[in-house]
T-cell receptor
């Protein structure tokens, strides 16, 4: 079956703009994660959804970052008033449940000019 | 403070040899630990998960050990091949049952 799909694969925008990054998880996976990865680093946890609710958003760096998963499937990560420091690869992963192996998409490479 | 350390230097080994990668963690009490492979421009790919009550796990040419006393996991690739060249990430269960924290990864290069 299809894996985790992330769109767009690349996004270039200007400082101060608003961006939305989309994640389509594997069908039937109840757990969904967002991570941010900078060059030479491992993925950094942002937020975890179990179903429709954000069960753990402790990794969101500030209130400019917000994520939703209204129907328990597709998720959108939203970043307001983007800053150059937000430039990174944003990865989405899904799993059958907490503590299960995570299946990652190939990420959205976000560049803030 | 909490830390996850992986071999910071790249690891170069000859084809056919066994590669051993190290993951050390401090100030975590993980219920499980995972290893992932990441190729350039791609997302991580899950390889193995080992739980706190397991000492060792194997899958084909891969073996992982988990020593909760030493706070260390070792990841072995036997009979290594050039296609095994990639970055390998250790992920430690770090909060609740769902959260993992990744190490910075070890870049493995298998030389033909």
């Amino acid at each position: 079956g299809a894996g985790v799909s992330q769109t767009p694969s690349n996004k270039v925008t200007e400082k101060g703009k608003y961006v939305e990054l989309r994640c389509d998880p594997i069908s039937g996976h109840t757990a969904l994660y967002w991570y941010r990865q900078s060059l030479g680093q491992g993925p950094e946890f942002l937020i975890y959804f179990q179903g429709t609710g954000a069960a753990d958003d402790s990794g969101l760096p500030n209130d400019r970052f917000f994520a939703v998963r209204p129907e328990g499937s597709v998720s959108t990560l939203k970043i307001q008033r983007t800053e150059r420091g937000d430039s990174a690869v944003y990865l989405c992963a899904s799993s059958q449940g907490p503590s299960e192996p995570q299946h990652f998409g190939d990420g959205t490479r976000l560049s803030i000019l | 403070s909490q830390k996850i350390e992986q071999n910071s230097e790249a690891l170069n080994i000859q084809e056919g040899k066994t590669a051993t990668l190290t993951c050390n963690y401090t100030n975590y009490s993980p219920a499980y630990l995972q290893w992932y492979r990441q190729d350039p421009g791609r997302g991580p790919v899950f390889l193995l998960l080992i739980r706190e009550n397991e000492k060792e796990k194997r899958k084909e040419r891969l073996k992982v050990t988990f020593d909760t006393t030493l706070k260390q996991s070792l990841f072995h690739i036997t009979a290594s091949q050039p296609a095994d060249s990639a970055t390998y990430l250790c992920a430690v269960n770090s909060g609740g049952y769902q959260k993992v924290t990744f190490g910075t990864g070890t870049k493995l290069q298998v030389i033909p």
